[in-house]
């Protein structure tokens, strides 16, 4: 009786398990940081800082930084007139992401432009 009382406990407990949420990707708190971005349009650095942190944490845990995170920051460093690194940023969406090439060719010859304005 007590073999059959775990295995329904075990049971239930893995198929509880299987229906928690997996995600793929590691959003990090990238969703409450974009609301405060949009509530605060004109604080762009603490929402540099949270897009470099879910990149940071991704990228260290080993697993995919979700899909157009590298494009955002990219494109935060690119307003703030780091056009360089906002390049290297356009560059790694890319390459992780193949389906945003020609969006981010476009945006890499953009922030090439900056570059070569700047100077």
């Known amino acids: 009786m007590k073999a ?3 295995a329904v406990v075990l ?12 995600s793929k990707y590691a959003w990090g708190n990238y969703e409450s940081s974009l609301y405060e971005h949009y509530k605060t349009p004109g604080d762009t650095t603490a929402f540099a800082e949270h897009l470099a942190d879910t990149i940071s944490k991704a990228e260290t845990s080993g697993r995919k930084v979700p899909p157009g995170i590298y494009a955002e920051y990219g494109q935060v460093l690119l307003e703030s007139g780091d056009s360089k690194q906002a390049a ?3 560059e790694k969406e890319k390459a992780t992401w193949p389906e945003s090439t020609v969006f ?7 922030a090439s432009s900056a570059k070569e304005a700047k100077q």
Do not use: D, N
């Open 104 to 110: 981010m060719t476009t945006m890499i010859r953009v």
């Open 11 to 22: 049971t239930v407990a893995g198929m509880t398990a299987a229906c928690a949420p997996q």
């Open 88 to 90: 290297v940023f356009f």
């Open 4 to 6: 059959w009382k775990l």
